[in-house]
């Protein structure tokens, strides 16, 4: 159907008595009168794919304001795949590692890092005492420059998701990843 078409049959169906009849994929328009016998198929928009936003899209995907933010999710998420592939992170798959890894969170059930769950106070610069759970388990010397230090216990830190995803973020991770593309 051409341009011409599709406006010829808009103006016919605004003057025309219809019904929908719903379908897999969309809806149909179908026209009562004996004038006009055409049928459409209407596709529902979708929303935005970014959490909270109420526009509507045709193809489901990001609406246009959000579609420029999205690119800093898919950096994030190449940088990920990049890293789950490198060869010391394939100890964490282990059965040995797993053991270990339970053991160091029975002995230490609290957050030893207490960076982002007990921070100091600014003026007395005393901690809380009030530390998270630990959840994960943190290398102290990084695996890269001593894979031999991997199953050595006193390397090992327990920690809450908080403090150990702004460590890895800080020190070997997005964050630093993002300062050095930035500073280019």
């Not at 610069?125 to 050595?152: Q, Y």
């Not at 327990?158 to 630093?176: D, I, N, P, V, W």
Request: glycine share 4%.
């Amino acid at each position: 159907m051409n341009s011409f078409e599709v406006e010829r049959n808009e103006t016919s169906l605004a003057n025309c008595e219809w019904r929908w009849d719903v379908l897999n994929d969309g809806a149909s328009c179908t026209e009562r009168s004996s004038s006009c016998r055409q049928s459409m198929t209407l596709i529902a928009k979708k929303p935005c794919k970014k959490i909270g936003c109420p526009t509507l899209t045709d193809d489901g995907g990001y609406c246009a304001q959000h579609a420029q933010n999205n690119s800093e999710l898919r950096q994030r998420r190449e940088y990920d795949r990049k890293r789950n592939k490198q060869e010391h992170r394939q100890l964490y798959k282990s059965a040995r590692w797993l053991k270990l890894r339970k053991l160091k969170l029975q002995d230490n059930p609290f957050c030893e890092m207490a960076t982002i769950c007990d921070p100091p106070d600014p003026v007395t610069g005393l901690r809380s005492g009030r530390r998270a759970p630990s959840t994960d388990v943190h290398h102290r010397l990084s695996l890269v420059e001593n894979p031999e230090l991997a199953f050595d216990y006193h390397n090992l830190q327990a920690a809450c998701h908080a403090c150990h995803s702004a460590h890895t973020a800080k020190t070997e991770g997005f964050a630093r990843y993002r300062e050095t593309n930035l500073s280019h």
